[in-house]
Structures are given as structure tokens and as C-alpha cells.
């Protein structure tokens, strides 16, 4: 096994589930009102240090790491899926790097010590959270989108 100091990567966190414009429908309830659910955040990428790992061969060829994206509401007050987060394990003393401007973005030297690399989109919100008036309100909010990054490690 090559003993690997240095890695390029990519990493591209999860788009947050736009919320639902939905309105309660009963029998007998006139004007039911909104009830649109909000959608799920998208998955963050994180860089944990781990004392047990002694090199980056992981990440020679696994280059590009994609977090999911959140699911979107849905009606009857149904709010979508929050991604799961993905964790890369980089051994203690990795210094984590931004290549568009240079920045450094983490120097991980303790074990369990984290990095947020790119923090995913927040979910949209539903129609819910709008006032019962009368006139039922048709709008709901898109998600976001937040940061995908070039990054370069090294230990």
C-alpha cells in the first residue's frame, strides 16, 4: 500500500426539498386553509479526524463526494426527508484547503476534531406557515442551494 499526503477533491452538498402549496380538503369544513408540509434540509459533507487512519489512499481515486438532496413536502401537513450528512475520515494533521482562492479551510490536528466542508441547503417552507385567513393562501418557498467546493488535502 503507497502511503498517499496529498488529495484533490470535490465535494457538493445536498439542495435543501421546496415546501408544498396544499390546502385541506373535509365535508363539511368550508375553506379547509393550508396544510402544504415544509421540505427537508440537504446533506452537509463533513471532515472528521481520526486518529486510527495514517493516509488519504481513500480519496485517490473516490474524488467527488455528493450529499443527497432533501425530499419535498407534500400535503396534510407531511414535511419532507432531511438528507444524511456524509462524514470523510482524513487522518490527524490534515490540513484542508480551499483551491479556488487558497484559503485554508481546516487544519484538523486532534482526534474527533470536525470541518464543515460544505453545509447543505435549508428545505423550503410550505404553505403551512401562512396565516388561516380566508383567502387561502396559494404561495409556498422554493429550497436552496448553499456551497460545492473544489477541496485539496494533506497530511
Known amino acids: 500500500m ?6 484533490t477533491i470535490e465535494v457538493h452538498a445536498g439542495k435543501g426539498g421546496d415546501g408544498s402549496a ?27 479526524a481520526d486518529r ?17 438532496n432533501g425530499e419535498p413536502g407534500r400535503g396534510a401537513d407531511c414535511y ?8 470523510l475520515r482524513v487522518p490527524v494533521g490534515t490540513v484542508i484547503g480551499d483551491l479556488d482562492n487558497g484559503e485554508v479551510i481546516a487544519d ?6 470536525r470541518a464543515l466542508l460544505a453545509q447543505g441547503g ?11 385567513a380566508p383567502i387561502a393562501p396559494r404561495a409556498s418557498s422554493r429550497a ?3 456551497a460545492n467546493r473544489a477541496s485539496s488535502s494533506s497530511s
Open 52 to 68: 486510527n487512519i495514517n493516509t488519504l489512499v481513500d480519496y485517490r481515486f473516490a474524488r467527488i463526494h455528493r450529499a443527497k
Open 22 to 48: 396544499s390546502f385541506r380538503r373535509e365535508k363539511f369544513v368550508p375553506r379547509g386553509g393550508p396544510d402544504g408540509g415544509d421540505g427537508g434540509r440537504g446533506g452537509s459533507i463533513h471532515a472528521v
Open 144 to 146: 436552496e442551494c448553499r
Open 108 to 113: 484538523l490536528a486532534a482526534h474527533d476534531q
Open 80 to 87: 419532507g426527508k432531511s438528507a444524511e450528512d456524509i462524514v
Open 2 to 7: 503507497k502511503f498517499i499526503d496529498e488529495a
Open 122 to 132: 435549508s428545505g423550503g417552507l410550505g404553505n403551512l406557515h401562512s396565516s388561516r
